[in-house]
């Protein structure tokens, strides 16, 4: 079974700056997805960015990037020119890439990012 | 294109009682999967519907379960509320497709079991 890590609950940043936030998984298999989810205190989770693993290349987003090692298996988002309205749960999370895990997520336990104004 | 809508938004139940609650798609979308969210747990996932099947579950007993109907609106029906029931409950949905797979998310169903 896959399972997610984030090892930071809680993260601060001051407006405008960059912060990144830390995700490790573990799974056996080679071709999955990867997702950042925000989720503000009205609850509504938000997509962030996603990645696909069989990609080399790092996902971008606007401000929002991750930085993405198969091999380490990490996945980190780093939000740069961090504003107010950043502030949220983040949430990891991965998805096996088909079968019957297709509409699964396995999500990690949130970091909560407070920015400062 | 409206996003997915969950009713209701909240619920007051008392242990013992059994509780529906519903979730319509975007548009298009054939997929819906259910997730509740407690501060001890975190997300887990209850089960996915896709065609009218269901096409994997979690690790939930059996007083959880769930359908979806021809125009992809899905239902999850708890039964003999516990204590322990009492979560946020998400529902998602994609078209499940290669190209197109992302889960988007509902509101969610604050339920309260007393």
């Known amino acids: 079974a896959q399972t997610v890590t984030q090892s930071q609950p809680e993260m601060s940043v001051q407006e405008a700056e960059t912060v990144t936030l830390s995700c490790t998984y573990d799974?056996?298999?080679?071709?999955?997805?990867l997702f950042w989810y925000k989720q503000p205190p009205s609850r509504q989770m938000i997509l962030v960015i996603r990645?696909?693993?069989?990609?080399?290349q790092n996902a971008t987003e606007n401000r929002f990037s991750v930085n993405f090692q198969k091999a380490a298996k990490s996945f980190s988002l780093k939000i740069s020119d961090s504003q107010l309205g950043d502030a949220a749960m983040y949430f990891c999370?991965?998805?096996?890439?088909?079968?019957?895990?297709?509409?699964?997520?396995?999500f990690g336990q949130g970091t909560i990012l407070t920015v400062h104004p | 294109k409206a996003g997915v809508t969950q009713t209701p938004r909240y619920l007051i139940k008392t242990r013992g009682q059994q509780v529906t609650l519903s979730c319509s798609p975007i548009s298009g979308h054939r997929s819906v999967s259910w997730y509740q969210q407690t501060p001890g747990q975190g997300l887990q996932f209850l089960f996915e519907?896709?065609?009218?099947?269901?096409?994997n579950k979690g690790n939930f007993p059996g007083r959880f379960s769930g359908r979806q109907f021809s125009n992809s609106r899905s239902e999850m029906n708890v039964s003999t509320l516990e204590l322990g029931d009492s979560a946020l409950y998400l529902c998602a949905s994609s078209y499940r497709t290669a190209l197109s797979d992302t889960q988007y998310f509902g509101p969610g169903t604050r339920l309260t079991v007393l």
């Open positions: 990645q696909e693993a069989y990609k080399q």
């Open positions: 519907y896709f065609s009218e099947t269901q096409r």
């Open positions: 799974t056996s298999e080679s071709d999955y997805y």
């Open positions: 999370a991965y998805r096996s890439s088909g079968g019957t895990s297709y509409g699964k997520l396995t």
